[in-house]
C-alpha cells in the first residue's frame, strides 16, 4: 500500500473539514470535562487528585499511546484506523456517561484515551499525505492547529451549555452523533495511504514509552498527598528516568525503531516539539485551576464558568491563521518566541489575581494573551516538525507532534495542580482551624476546595473568604509556574530554533 496523489483542490479543502471534525472530537475532551469538576466532585465525593485524575486518566493514555497509534496507522493505514479510533471513541465515551463513581469515570476517560490515541495522529498523517504543495499544506496545518486550539475554549464553553440542561455525563454523550457525522464524511471523502515499507512492531519500545510517561504523571500528581521527598515519590521519578533511558537505548539499537531518537537531533524537530509541550503544559494547568476558580472563587454557575473561557475560543481563532503569515514573513524562531513570552506575560498578570480583581479587567487580559500566545505557536512549531520529515514518516511525525502536545498537557495539569494542592493544603487548614473548626475537620478539608468551602459555609464569620484565598493563593504558585515554563521555552527557541520554518524540500523516496 503506497500513499496516493494528492485529491483535486476542491476536495482536499473537504478532506481537511472531515480531519477537523475528526480531531476536534478528541481535542475537546481534553478540556470539556474541566467544568464539570466541581459537579462531579460533589456528585462522586472526588478529591483533587481524583479530579486530576479524571483529566488526566485520559490524557495519560492518549499521550502514552500515541506513538503506537501513528505506528499503526502507517502499517495498516492511516483512515482505517482514524475509523477504528472513532468507532472506539463514541462506545468509551458512553461508558464514561454511565459511570456512578470516580474509579469507572477515570476507567472509562481512560479508555476514551486509548481510542483518541488512534484519531489524532491519523488526523494529521492524513492532512500531510493529502497536501502535497508546501504552501497549501502550511495554510492547512494552520487551519488543524487553529482547531487544536480552539478546542481548548470551546470545551469548557460546550461543557457549560450542556451541564445547564443536562447530567454530567451529557459531556461525554455530546460525542456520539459527533462521530457518527464524521465517520459518514469520513467513508466519502477519504482516501487511504499508508507507510510503503511499514516496519516491524516494537512491543518493548512501546512498553517502555507507556511505563515512562506513565510513571512520570502518576508520580507528579500523586507527590502533594504522599510528600515531595518521600520514597515514593523519589522512587517513582527515578523509575520513570530509568524507563526513559531504556527506550532511547533501545530504540537506537533497533533497525526498524518505533521512533526514530535521532530525529531529535534536527533542532526543528526537538526545539519546535518542546515548543509545543510547554506551550500546552502551560495552558491545560492554567485552565485546569481557571474553570473551578469561577465556579468556586466567583460563584459562577457551569454555563457562565463556561462562557467566561470564550475569549481563549475568540482570541485563537483569530491568531492561529495570522501566525502561519507572520512565520513566512518574520521566521519560525521569532513567531514561536513571541508566541512563548506572550503566555509567559499572561500567567503573571493572573497570578496576581485577588478576591476583588475584576473579570472584564486583568482576567480578561491574561486569558487573552495566553491565547494569543499559543496561537502564535502552535502552527509555527508544528509546521517545523512536520516539515523537518519526509512523507512516508509522516505517521511518525504526527505521532512525535501530538506526543509531546499530550504530554506537555498532561504535566500541566499534574504539576500546575500539585503545586496549587502543595501551596493550598497547608493554608486551608490553617484558615479553618483558626476559624473554630476541629483539626480532623479542617484535615479533610485539605483535599479540595469544593471541601474546605464545604466546611466553611458550617462555621461563622470570613470562613469562607479564608478558603477562597486560600485556593487564590494555590491559583497564584500555579500561574507562576506556567509562566515560568512558558518563558523558558522562549529563550530555548531563541537560542536553537532555525530562524526559518524549513531549510529545504524534504527529499522523497519512492515508493
Known amino acids: 500500500m503506497t500513499t496516493p496523489s494528492a485529491p483535486p483542490t476542491t476536495r482536499r479543502w473537504w478532506v481537511l473539514l472531515v480531519l477537523c471534525l475528526s480531531v476536534l472530537l478528541v481535542s475537546v475532551d481534553n478540556t470539556i470535562v474541566n467544568v464539570a469538576l466541581p459537579t462531579i466532585g460533589r456528585e462522586l465525593s472526588a478529591s483533587t487528585s481524583d479530579l486530576q485524575w479524571v483529566v488526566d486518566g485520559y490524557t495519560l493514555a492518549f499521550a502514552a499511546l500515541l506513538l503506537l497509534g501513528g505506528a499503526l496507522g502507517d502499517r495498516f493505514g492511516r483512515r482505517r484506523l482514524l475509523e477504528l479510533g472513532l468507532i472506539a471513541f463514541a462506545a468509551t465515551s458512553l461508558l464514561a456517561a454511565l459511570a456512578d463513581t470516580t474509579s469507572d469515570l477515570v476507567a472509562g476517560r481512560a479508555a476514551m ?142 533497525s526498524e525503531p518505533m521512533l526514530d531518537v535521532r530525529l531529535f537531533t534536527d533542532p526543528r524537530v526537538s526545539v519546535g516539539s518542546g515548543a509545543i509541550a510547554l506551550a500546552f503544559f502551560s495552558l491545560f494547568g492554567f485552565i485546569f485551576l481557571i474553570t473551578q476558580y469561577f465556579q468556586t472563587v466567583r460563584a459562577y454557575d457551569t454555563l457562565a464558568a463556561g462562557l467566561a473561557t470564550l475569549p481563549f475560543a475568540l482570541v485563537i481563532g483569530a491568531v492561529s491563521p495570522l501566525a502561519i503569515l507572520a512565520m513566512r514573513a518574520l521566521g519560525t524562531k521569532l513567531v514561536v518566541a513571541a508566541g512563548l513570552s506572550t503566555m509567559a506575560a499572561g500567567f503573571t498578570l493572573a497570578a496576581g489575581t485577588s478576591l476583588e480583581s475584576d473579570y472584564w479587567g486583568r482576567i480578561v487580559i491574561s486569558m487573552v494573551l495566553m491565547a494569543a500566545g499559543l496561537g502564535l505557536v502552535t502552527s509555527p512549531a508544528t509546521e517545523a516538525v512536520m516539515g523537518a520529515l519526509r512523507s512516508e514518516e509522516a505517521g511518525t511525525g504526527s505521532a512525535v507532534n501530538d506526543t509531546v502536545r499530550e504530554v506537555g498537557g498532561t504535566l500541566g495539569v499534574a504539576v500546575v495542580g500539585s503545586v496549587m494542592s502543595t501551596v493550598y493544603g497547608p493554608s486551608v487548614v490553617d484558615a479553618l482551624t483558626g476559624a473554630g473548626a476541629p483539626a480532623e475537620v479542617a484535615d479533610a478539608a485539605r483535599d479540595s476546595v469544593f471541601a474546605g468551602l464545604a466546611v466553611a459555609a458550617q462555621l461563622p464569620g470570613e470562613a469562607t473568604v479564608a478558603v477562597q484565598q486560600s485556593f487564590l493563593d494555590g491559583v497564584a504558585a500555579g500561574s507562576w509556574v506556567a509562566a515560568a515554563a512558558s518563558a523558558a521555552g522562549a529563550l530555548v527557541v531563541l537560542a536553537f530554533l532555525p530562524a526559518q520554518h524549513r531549510v529545504a524540500e524534504p527529499t522523497l523516496i519512492d515508493a
Not at 484519531?119 to 495554510?139: G, M, N, S
Request: proline share 4%; glycine share 10%; no cysteine.
Open 113 to 254: 484515551g486509548v481510542s483518541a490515541a488512534a484519531i489524532y495522529p491519523a488526523t494529521l498523517a492524513l492532512l500531510v499525505t493529502t497536501f502535497t504543495d508546501r504552501r497549501e499544506r502550511a495554510t492547512a496545518i494552520g487551519i488543524w492547529s487553529a482547531v487544536t486550539g480552539l478546542s481548548v475554549a470551546i470545551g469548557p464553553v460546550t461543557g457549560g451549555l450542556l451541564l445547564e440542561h443536562f447530567s454530567w455525563g451529557s459531556v461525554f454523550l455530546v460525542n456520539l452523533p459527533l462521530v457518527a457525522i464524521a465517520l459518514v464524511a469520513g467513508r466519502l471523502l477519504l482516501g487511504e495511504s499508508a507507510d510503503p515499507r511499514p516496519r516491524r512492531f516494537d512491543l518493548v519500545g512501546a512498553a517502555a514509552s507507556i511505563a515512562a510517561i506513565g510513571l512520570l504523571v502518576w508520580t507528579t500528581i500523586e507527590a502533594p498527598g504522599r510528600g515531595w521527598s518521600s520514597v515514593d515519590t523519589i522512587g517513582g521519578y527515578l523509575a520513570a528516568a530509568a524507563a526513559l533511558a531504556f527506550f532511547v537505548v533501545w530504540e537506537l539499537r533497533r
